[in-house]
């Protein structure tokens, strides 16, 4: 009964695509094909330079503007990093923290994800956590584990009142750009366990109310079976956002 309380959310994750001309026609197509589609959060992630003429694009919109990261110190000598303040002046209104390219080819670890999602819900912000097994991690079955150490260590100290503006993607690092998706069974069955452990720290009824999104490979053609399962709240979609027809038939599947 809980989950139908939970307003899917469907985030296109751009990475390091577009130009500045792309972002903004990219932005704009986006707009007019979830346009209609009701229930539904939408949220697009392009590259920190295009967010100013994205927000533009997307005024009145209704689609959430969300960058793909953020630095935890409020301003200084932090070279080429970007603070919550200075996404809140473009229009964010919601970050990715610890994606997996942050945390595998960055090296970006548990605990300066953790300050991160801190920085950006005591600024007000909202916050995809990202967690989720590489290959080897699922072949030795460690993706519980190992999705629970994300989601313990990535959301210590939060507040139950913060916890509400949290997202959780989950998303296996061989699912992402592969094509190989998780099966339904696979995502609704790593969801449960992430669900589990928030309520295990904030308790039952948050956890109920918190949306995970399954991210890795998803396309038009998939993201009906895999959000049809109760505990997938919504995709986190990286190749397919950069088709505006595409991202959008994704969206309309979670209408
Ligand atoms: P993908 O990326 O859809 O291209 O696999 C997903 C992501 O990294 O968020």
Request: hydrophobic letters at 45%; one cysteine or more.
């Amino acid at each position: 009964m809980l989950a139908t309380m939970r307003t899917k959310i469907i985030g296109g994750n751009w990475k390091m695509n577009t130009d500045r001309a792309g972002a903004a026609a990219l932005s704009a197509a986006v707009a007019g094909a979830v346009k209609g589609v009701a229930g539904v959060e939408t949220a697009v992630f392009p590259p920190f330079p295009y967010l100013l003429p994205v927000a533009e694009a997307l005024k009145g919109s209704g689609v959430l503007l969300g960058a793909q990261d953020v630095y935890h110190a409020e301003k200084g000598a932090f070279t080429g990093e970007v603070s919550v303040g200075m996404l809140k002046d473009c229009g964010v209104g919601i970050v990715l923290a610890g994606h997996s390219e942050r945390r595998h080819v960055m090296g970006e670890g548990d605990d300066l994800v953790n300050l991160k999602v801190r920085a950006a819900l005591h600024g007000g912000l909202s916050v995809v956590l990202c967690v989720g097994e590489t290959l080897h991690q699922r072949q030795v079955e460690e993706t519980n584990h190992v999705n629970e150490k994300h989601v313990r260590l990535g959301l210590r100290t939060v507040t139950p009142e913060e916890l509400r503006r949290v997202v959780i993607a989950y998303e296996p690092v061989w699912a992402i750009g592969t094509g190989k998706t998780a099966t339904p069974d696979d995502a609704q069955e790593a969801h449960a366990h992430i669900r589990a452990v928030v309520g295990d720290m904030f308790g039952k009824e948050a956890a109920g109310a918190l949306r995970i999104q399954y991210g890795g490979s998803v396309t038009a053609a998939n993201a009906r079976s895999l959000m049809g399962m109760p505990d997938v709240d919504g995709a986190l979609v990286g190749g397919a956002s950069l088709k505006a027809d595409e991202f959008g038939a994704i969206v309309a599947a979670a209408g």
